[in-house]
């Protein structure tokens, strides 16, 4: 390893080597000139730690070699340390600082004091030194922790675009199979299709939960995942899961119950939908694992103001139990109690980590206590905002689920296509049918349709395209009244959703889609075109 290097600056050999012999305890280099030209050439080629310099010198003197020193980029801020016998007047020493010295030593010099003064100042280089390496390394590490980012980046991208595109081919013929299966059990059939066309129903909607879970889960990875604030009604969110679920706990023989406290308040402001998704990951859990006994969904109000409610959930069941070790493992991804109980039960194992990771998004942290052969207790405080309950509107103040309206349905899919038209059907709708974006534009330019049910991907022109050109077509003739543009999709992200809202659609719905979700946006359309 090279050692530091100290310039020594003297006209004199007899001073130059008086102060080696000074600093002869420093482990450096000593590098001698006699003379300011001699100096500077050698601090063009050579890195200095710092520099002892006499000022009384024949044709360039110390003050005029240190001028031109800092002049220079390399020797800017080299430490300089002036040595001279005329220091009769204060003069001396300013104008030494003055030039950018750090110092000024008489002589004869005292060797203490050289030695003091040189080793504040090599100290100061070695840190720096180390630091600048300090540095070099960091960036290094920098360099290499961006290339990984962007790494990570493009993994996630791919992902997410792996994600996107396995769901909408799932969602799509899924679409078809639950939509034709809704169709179906209202027609005519014996007890054993409808049976049958239930447990058909049923394990499409299984298959739908698993992508729903891995879609969530790659969201929330991802911090894609945003918590809303809507008006929603807690007693409507745990009906519709006492509904979904209530026939599972009639197969499995298991009392399902669901106890709201009076005292909570109808209107609530939250997320309703991230809501219902923990609760229905820890009921259909707990339906899951007891074979008898029963599972209790329970709400308790615990604090409330008069714009805020903090509410205590619990699901209680009376189920195999969990096991203290298996506890600590029990939020994590793609992970259950135990290797049989994922082979006997099934699942993805994300429900619970999705759960755990929404619930602390909404400001809240899940617990459980469980025992096993005893049951299990999963609970959570969550608090919400409500506001007073307005005035319910009549009847009559409701556009009355649609007759005449005009619909086109633009779908690539042939059997979509079907599903959206017999759904239609049963609400007492029609629809005219476009197989891509072109003719959904220009069925659109001759017929001026109220309604557009429009799937985002589709052959010659997309939807998102395809309403582009919807609503510049609408503002270069100056209508009135805009069609009403659903996206009826496949595709199920929140970028997804922004696209489309962004490119002039007015709601969302995804595939597979429900009669009562259709119902809700086209009653909106209604009142949206009514008004």
Not at 410 to 422: G, R, S, T, Y
């Amino acid at each position: 390893m090279k050692k530091d290097k100290i310039l020594i600056v003297d006209d004199k050999e007899e001073n130059l080597i008086s102060l080696e012999r000074i600093l002869s305890d420093f482990d450096v280099e000593f590098v001698r000139a006699s003379s300011g030209e001699d100096a500077l050439k050698y601090t063009l080629k050579d890195e200095f730690a710092m520099a002892v310099l006499d000022v009384q010198m024949p044709e360039m003197d110390g003050y005029e070699t240190l001028e031109l020193m800092r002049q220079r980029k390399k020797t800017k801020y080299l430490p300089v340390i002036f040595v001279s016998a005329i220091h009769q007047s204060d003069l001396h020493i300013i104008k030494g600082i003055e030039t950018g010295a750090v110092d000024f030593i008489p002589k004869p010099i005292i060797p203490e004091v050289l030695k003091g003064k040189v080793s504040v100042f090599l100290d100061l280089y070695r840190q720096r030194k180390e630091l600048d390496l300090l540095l070099v390394y960091l960036e290094k590490k920098n360099e290499e922790l961006i290339i990984e980012k962007n790494k990570a980046e493009e993994a996630t991208k791919s992902k997410s675009l792996f994600l996107a595109n396995m769901s909408h081919e799932i969602r799509s013929p899924m679409n078809g199979i639950l939509g034709l299966s809704k169709i179906l059990q209202q027609s005519n059939l014996d007890s054993e299709q409808k049976d049958m066309l239930d447990v058909m129903a049923r394990s499409g909607e299984n298959l739908i939960q698993i992508i729903n879970d891995i879609l969530d889960y790659s969201k929330i990875e991802a911090g894609q995942i945003e918590i809303e604030n809507i008006d929603f009604d807690i007693r409507k969110v745990t009906d519709t899961i006492f509904h979904l679920l209530n026939y599972k706990a009639i197969e499995r023989e298991v009392d399902f119950k669901i106890e709201v406290d009076e005292i909570i308040p109808e209107n609530l402001i939250g997320d309703s939908f991230r809501l219902n998704q923990i609760l229905m990951n820890l009921a259909n859990n707990a339906l899951k694992f007891t074979q008898n006994g029963s599972v209790t969904l329970s709400i308790k109000c615990i604090e409330k103001t008069k714009e805020q409610v903090s509410l205590f959930f619990s699901v209680k069941d009376t189920g195999i139990g969990i096991s203290k070790d298996a506890q600590k493992k029990l939020f994590r991804e793609f992970t259950q109690s135990d290797k049989s109980i994922t082979r006997e039960y099934g699942g993805t194992g994300l429900g619970l980590a999705i759960s755990k990771n929404l619930t602390q998004l909404m400001g809240g942290k899940i617990i459980v206590e469980s025992e096993l052969g005893i049951g299990s207790e999963f609970m959570f405080e969550l608090r919400f905002g409500h506001k007073e309950k307005q005035k319910n509107m009549t009847t009559d103040q409701y556009i009355k689920p649609p007759s005449n309206l005009s619909i086109l349905v633009a779908e690539d899919n042939p059997i979509n296509q079907k599903v959206v038209m017999l759904t239609l059907r049963m609400m007492g709708l029609t629809c005219d049918i476009a197989k891509n974006g072109v003719e959904a534009l220009e069925m659109y330019k001759k017929d001026r349709y109220q309604v557009i049910l429009m799937d985002m991907q589709m052959p010659v022109l997309d939807g998102i395209s395809a309403t582009e050109k919807i609503r510049s077509f609408e503002n270069a003739e100056t209508i009135k009244e805009p069609t009403y543009i659903v996206a009826l999709t496949a595709n199920s992200f929140i970028e997804d959703k922004q696209r489309c809202l962004e490119a002039g659609m007015n709601d969302f719905l995804s595939k597979p889609f429900k009669e009562d979700g259709l119902r809700k946006i086209l009653n909106e359309a209604s009142k949206s075109i009514a008004l």
